[in-house]
C-alpha cells in the first residue's frame, strides 16, 4: 500500500472533491516527531502552520522523510505560511531560516494563558472568516507522544473549539471530539485504520451513549471515569455510529502502511 492510500481515509472528508467544494483543510505541526506521512498532508491543505517548535520539526525532519531529494529543495518546498506562538522553542536560525522565504512570523510570547495550538486555531479561523465552520477541517499533527501535560492541554482545545472538525493525529492513531449535539457516523477504511478504538467521555459523563458497528456496542450505557469507559473496543463494521448526552473523544489505531 502506497502512503496516499494509507492516508486516504483522514485526508478524504477534509479535501475538496469538486471545484464546487467549499471546505478549508488547514495543517498544524506541532513540537513532536513528524508523522512518516506528513508530507502527503502538507500537498493537499491550504494553510500549513507550525505552533512555534514545530517549525524545527519541518526543518530537521522533513528532508528525512523525503531521503532522495535534496534537502535545501525540501526545506525551501515545504515552507509553512506561518509561524506561530510563544517562541520559546524556535530556534534562531530555523526562524530566520523561514522568514527570509517570506513565512509570517506571529510572536505571541505576551499570551501565556493559551497554548501554541490554541494560537494556530484562532489565527485559521481569523484568516478564514468567509469559511463555514462546518466546511473547516485542521488537522494537527505532532499532538500526541511527548509530556501527558501537552497532551492534555491538546484534547482540552478541542473542547474548546468543539464547533470546529479538528483531528489530533500521529503514526499510530487519530483523536477527534464527537460534540453531543449530533448524531455522528464514521466511516472506517478498514485497510489503514483500526481495529482498535475508543470512546471516552470528556468533561461530564456519559449517561446514556449507544452505538452500532463495534464489538462491543454500547447500549443506553453510561460511562464515566472511575466506571466503564469504552477503551480496547473493536471495530467490526464499516460505519460507526455514536449518539450520546455528553461529549466523547473518538479515537482509533492507524495501520503501519506496508
Not at 477541517?137 to 492541554?153: K, M, Q, S
Not at 473493536?234 to 455510529?241: A, C, G, N, S, W
Amino acid at each position: 500500500m502506497d502512503l496516499m492510500s494509507h492516508c486516504s481515509s483522514f485526508l478524504l472528508p477534509c479535501i475538496p472533491q469538486s471545484s464546487e467544494d467549499k471546505k478549508t483543510y488547514a495543517l498544524i505541526l506541532l513540537n513532536q516527531p513528524l508523522p512518516k506521512f506528513t508530507p502527503l498532508l502538507w500537498n493537499h491543505a491550504k494553510l500549513c502552520l507550525c505552533a512555534d517548535g514545530g517549525a524545527n520539526r519541518v526543518f530537521d525532519e522533513m528532508p528525512l522523510l523525503l531521503p532522495q531529494q535534496d534537502p535545501l529543495l525540501v526545506r525551501n518546498r515545504y515552507k509553512p505560511d506561518v509561524i506561530k506562538g510563544d517562541m520559546d522553542s524556535i530556534r534562531t536560525e530555523v526562524k530566520d531560516f523561514y522568514a527570509n522565504l517570506g513565512s509570517q512570523i506571529v510572536d505571541e510570547s505576551q499570551d501565556q494563558d493559551t497554548t501554541d495550538l490554541h494560537k494556530c486555531i484562532s489565527f485559521i479561523q481569523d484568516a478564514t472568516p468567509n469559511v463555514d465552520k462546518s466546511d473547516l477541517c485542521i488537522l494537527v499533527a505532532g499532538a500526541l507522544g511527548g509530556r501527558f501535560d501537552h497532551e492534555i492541554g491538546n484534547i482540552n482545545v478541542l473542547c474548546k473549539f468543539s464547533d470546529i472538525r479538528i483531528v489530533l493525529i500521529s503514526d499510530d492513531c487519530l483523536i477527534q471530539l464527537l460534540p453531543r449535539t449530533h448524531r455522528h457516523e464514521i466511516n472506517i477504511l478498514s485497510s489503514v485504520e483500526g481495529p482498535h478504538c475508543g470512546l471516552i467521555p470528556i468533561a461530564t459523563a456519559s449517561a446514556k451513549a449507544t452505538t452500532s458497528g463495534l464489538q462491543w456496542d454500547l447500549d443506553d450505557t453510561e460511562m464515566k471515569f472511575g466506571g466503564l469507559i469504552s477503551t480496547s473496543n473493536i471495530v467490526r463494521e464499516e460505519k460507526i455510529t455514536v449518539q450520546s448526552d455528553s461529549d466523547l473523544l473518538w479515537t482509533i489505531s492507524i495501520q503501519k502502511p506496508t
